[in-house]
């Protein structure tokens, strides 16, 4: 795993993984990750997020699509695996993005 990565969710990590191999040749390169959050509406606070460059960014952009990762207003990339802020904020999102259900009381 990269440095860059360290704090983020492992389902998020393998998909950027993917990505930066998908890339190379291009330099592809993390230019902020986790490190950096702002607050529980943003999902890098929820260890989702990175910010990817390479010398392609139409290329970094196909390539992200076809994982299943989009790219915020704001340019960096995002994988949820198709969860909302709203799951993460139930607290219920595993590692690898899958959303647990709720135990019930007994």
Same mark, same amino acid.
């Given at each position: 795993m990269r440095p860059e990565f360290t704090g983020m969710l492992p389902g998020a990590i393998e998909k950027f993984?993917?990505?930066?191999?998908?890339?190379?040749?291009?330099n592809p390169k993390v230019v902020d990750a986790y490190a950096s959050h702002g607050d529980g509406d943003d999902l890098r606070t929820w260890g989702v997020v990175c910010n990817i460059?390479? $010398?392609?960014?139409?290329?970094l952009a196909e390539e992200a699509a076809s994982l299943g990762i989009t790219i915020q207003a704001d340019g960096s990339l995002a994988y949820t695996?198709?969860?909302?802020? $709203?799951?993460?904020?139930?607290?219920l999102v595993n590692g690898y993005l899958e959303l647990i259900p709720e135990e019930e009381e007994v």
């Open positions: 993984e993917q990505l930066m191999t998908r890339l190379d040749g291009l460059v390479c $010398d392609d960014t139409q290329r695996n198709g969860l909302t802020i $709203d799951d993460f904020k139930t607290y």
